[in-house]
């Protein structure tokens, strides 16, 4: 039976469309099941429910304190069943009492080869740091930012002339590859959560590289 997603949105929700449209294939393991944003304008709410899916507002600022706020979320999700949140674009810090609530059952997905450039202006930080590879990594969420194991991460070449718009765009195109494949892994059970690292349950081809420049 596929398990029931929630994906958690701030604003167009670009990896969320990834989500849904692949969720929408025969034999995937997880169906989304709700859409929830923290803003009311979030532009992808539109996009969700004109792709039928259930979709939720729950304003941050109509709320006095972060933990009123996560209250209501979670017991939004917990009346929809959800089993996984994916956070896409959702930009709030969550505290520890709504990590620790959903540990193994919440995944993010950041624009970095982590650990390197955690946090915000990654693409920035680098191309300033000269970096010949750079990429996007999705994680479960832990109560450190950007800190939680790794599921899985796609690379990408920094190359001559790039800017951070040039390398923001080639990134998102494999962010969109990549968010969907961890997320079949995690809900048919190939990777999981054991003792703070990801156990995968296949192996995998070990010879390939990318190579920046390549020879």
Do not use: K
Request: glycine share 8%; hydrophobic share 45%.
């Amino acid at each position: 039976m596929a398990r029931r997603v929630a994906v958690l949105i701030s604003g167009r929700g670009s990896n969320m469309v990834s989500l849904v449209e692949a969720a929408s294939g025969p034999g995937f393991p997880a169906r989304i099941a709700l859409v929830l944003s923290n803003r009311p304008d979030a532009a992808g709410l539109e996009r969700a429910r004109a792709a039928g899916i259930a979709t939720a507002v729950i304003d941050h600022t109509q709320h006095p304190t972060r933990e009123r706020f996560e209250q209501a979320m979670d017991a939004l999700l917990v009346e929809h069943g959800i089993e996984f949140i994916c956070l896409a674009g959702f930009m709030r810090v969550l505290t520890d009492w709504f990590v620790e609530r959903w540990t193994g059952r919440m995944i993010n997905i950041h624009p970095s080869l982590l650990p390197l450039f955690r946090g915000v202006n990654t693409h920035r930080r680098a191309l300033e740091e000269g970096v010949l590879i750079h990429g996007c990594t999705v994680h479960f969420v832990v109560p450190e930012l950007d800190a939680g194991p790794i599921i899985a991460q796609a690379a990408v070449p920094v190359v001559p002339g790039d800017t951070e718009e040039s390398l923001a765009a080639r990134i998102l195109v494999q962010e969109h590859r990549l968010y969907p494949q961890a997320l079949r892994m995690i809900c048919d059970g190939t990777a999981r959560l054991e003792n703070g690292r990801v156990v995968f349950s296949n192996d995998w081809d070990a010879g390939g590289a990318l190579r920046s420049p390549s020879p």
